[in-house]
């Protein structure tokens, strides 16, 4: 295989995304409604960020691969290309066939124990279906799987000579941890510059901080509106909203738009006393990624069945801390404390199982959650270690609880006629809905 058939190898995925992607504009572009904009806004976004990394690997030029929770603030700050490991395998359910295809190849490699999104990526790299990109930032929280990926990498003979960094997390919750994480991305800063000659402009960090604390005051003020009664949106605006201040529209303009354009509709819709869901019966906290595989199936059936919405789930939470942009010292401790303490899944799972029950607490509370669904993915081991407490935590404050226990990615491993059961009988019995 030459070059430029090993590239554009490589690149097939990204391409055949993109495309499917740019289809999808096209039809939401056709509907006049406030949730169509939103979808064909962030859908706009996910098509450029491929041409992006499509653009790099064909014209030579330094891009990373990095996850969430890794600050990427500083990425945009420096002008950085990125996408990370996990998007082809999170984004795959637009392309379901393929993605069920895939998942039983990467079975075959690595068992059925690993997360399932981890070992796709693995199968992406172990097949050459992922771009080699110029440097990795690597992520060694909150779980097992992904130091096993970064083995994976490590031992692959195309893969193994790409420089990675990764930042040393603390357990505890404190100032000298935030001092600690701090000084570990300055180290990151230093590599970067090292292996990608982008440098990073303390200006121009502080001008994109700037604009991602205002993506974060935006969105706080828009999940004070998903309080109201009946709560305005339902599944996956929260997960859209963390897609474009973690991932895909850091600190930039544009996404800041984004978010005016979501809470001026929220706001709307308050005001109108309009909910998602004409007759809310029963309000939901998914704790937990929610997950494009499912939403197309089971999420509108629990609002048209039982009147169930998502009211809020783990990666819509947003206990964010805005960050002090008067010096390069507070930037980076605001930055430290952001990617170790605010952002959902490391925030609960990287320490204490604590961060599991007082988000819950609270949750439950603000938001007149009527009963906590944990779903259970396989692959999320440190949740379901905590699940008993989470469980306790539930009773003491007088919030029912069901534990599903599914693959948020395969919905073969537990099928949608399954889950609606465990469903309609826990409605059933708790006498909700």
């Known amino acids: 295989m030459t070059g430029k058939e090993l590239q554009r190898k490589r690149l097939q995925k990204f391409i055949q995304e993109r495309d499917v992607l740019h289809a999808m504009v096209e039809a939401f ?52 290309p990125w996408y990370t490991f996990l998007t082809p395998a999170f984004t795959g359910a637009i392309l379901e066939p393929v993605l069920e295809a895939e998942i039983d190849a990467s079975e075959k490699l690595f068992g059925k124990d690993f997360c399932t999104i ?57 100032e000298r941890s935030i001092d600690y994480y701090a000084g570990e991305l300055k180290r990151m800063v230093s590599f970067l510059e090292e292996h990608t000659g982008h440098r990073l402009d303390m200006d121009r960090l502080q001008e994109t ?40 529209i850091v600190g930039a303009p544009k996404g800041t738009e984004w978010f005016k354009v979501l809470l001026a509709d929220a ?52 206990p964010y801390t805005l960050i002090d942009t008067s010096t390069a010292g507070s930037m980076f401790k605001g930055l430290a404390k952001r990617a170790l303490f605010d952002v959902p899944m490391v925030r609960q799972a990287r320490g204490v199982a604590d961060n599991f029950l007082s988000d819950i607490r609270r949750i439950v509370k603000d938001y007149k959650i009527d009963c906590v669904i944990w779903p259970g993915h396989m692959g999320h081991k440190d949740g379901a270690a905590a699940v008993g407490m989470m469980r306790e935590t539930c009773r003491e404050i007088g919030v029912p609880f069901l534990h599903i226990g599914l693959d948020l990615f395969d919905k073969r491993y537990t099928t949608l006629d399954e889950i609606k059961d465990r469903f309609s009988k826990f409605f059933t019995a708790m006498g909700l809905g």
Request: glycine content about 6%; charged content about 25%.
């Open 29 to 80: 572009t056709k509907s006049p409604t406030a949730e169509e904009k939103l979808y064909r806004m962030l859908t706009e976004v996910y098509v450029d960020h491929h041409n992006e990394i499509i653009r790099c690997v064909e014209e030579d030029k330094p891009f990373i691969a990095s996850y969430f929770a890794c600050a990427p603030e500083i990425y945009t700050a420096m002008n950085l």
């Open 118 to 174: 981890l070992r796709i990526a693995g199968y992406y790299i172990e097949q050459d279906l992922a771009p080699i990109p110029t440097a990795i930032i690597a992520l060694l929280h909150p779980c097992d799987g992904t130091t096993v990926l970064h083995q994976i990498i490590q031992t692959n003979e195309e893969w193994r000579n790409v420089p990675m960094f990764a930042a040393d997390p603390p357990y505890w919750e404190d």
């Open 209 to 248: 901080i700037k604009e991602s604390n205002k993506q974060y005051e935006l969105w706080m003020e828009y999940n004070e509106l998903r309080r109201a009664v009946p709560c305005p949106h339902g599944y996956g605006v929260g997960m859209q909203a963390f897609g474009v201040a973690e991932s895909f």
């Open 267 to 318: 706001e709307k819709l308050v005001r109108e006393g309009k909910g998602k869901v004409a007759n809310e019966r029963v309000r939901l906290l998914w704790f937990d990624v929610v997950s494009l595989g499912w939403s197309f199936d089971l999420f509108p059936w629990l609002e048209e069945e039982w009147g169930a919405v998502i009211v809020m789930d783990m990666f819509g939470y947003t």
